[in-house]
């Protein structure tokens, strides 16, 4: 599949394995120091809601099932942003192509978890659901760290103070 919207709308894209959700934010500053390190505003702004590239490791086959399954389920089911927790982790980890560091904004997702299930179901395997967060920040231009399961979280992430400014710019519980 290409990077492109599916679904037959332009609600959810599916790029680099994953299905995501974009959101427009503005308003964000341009930087954010966080322990002596300048990370850059992103150019685009997204929810992570599935890893395929995971599942597709363990059932090679399933990308296009993957995909109706998902589309089906957004007919009837609404797959939505809700907010912003307020909470906000500065991930790092080390990529072949060097150090990256990122600031998250922690998000609430509609029905995700009920996706989740009934994907495991259908395929026969556990689908933990992502923890949803928005990269707004990154070290190297654009370059997020996939924070796709509650262990990623835990061992690559930890909570972060941001500034006012940061915290009023994305509107905590923004719907």
């Known amino acids: 599949m290409d990077d492109s919207y599916i679904c037959g709308g332009e609600k959810f894209t599916y790029r680099n394995g994953y299905i995501a959700l974009p959101l427009g934010l503005s308003g964000l500053p341009e930087s954010i120091e966080i322990g002596g390190e300048v990370l850059q505003r992103k150019t685009e ?86 923890p949803t967060h928005v990269t707004l920040y990154t070290l190297q231009p654009n370059a997020g760290i996939g924070l796709n399961s509650p262990e990623d979280l835990n061992t690559l992430s930890k909570p972060v103070d941001v500034s006012d400014e940061v915290r009023q710019s994305i509107d905590i519980r923004r719907q």
């Open 45 to 130: 702004f997204h929810v992570s809601l599935l890893r395929v590239k995971t599942i597709l490791e363990k059932f090679p086959n399933t990308e296009e099932q993957i995909i109706n399954s998902f589309c089906e389920f957004v007919k009837k089911e609404d797959i939505s942003f809700l907010h912003f927790t307020g909470e906000f982790r500065f991930a790092e980890k080390l990529a072949e192509t060097g150090e990256r560091k990122t600031v998250v904004a922690m998000c609430e997702v509609s029905n995700l978890r009920v996706f989740s299930d009934q994907l495991a179901n259908e395929l026969g395997v556990l689908i933990s659901p992502q």
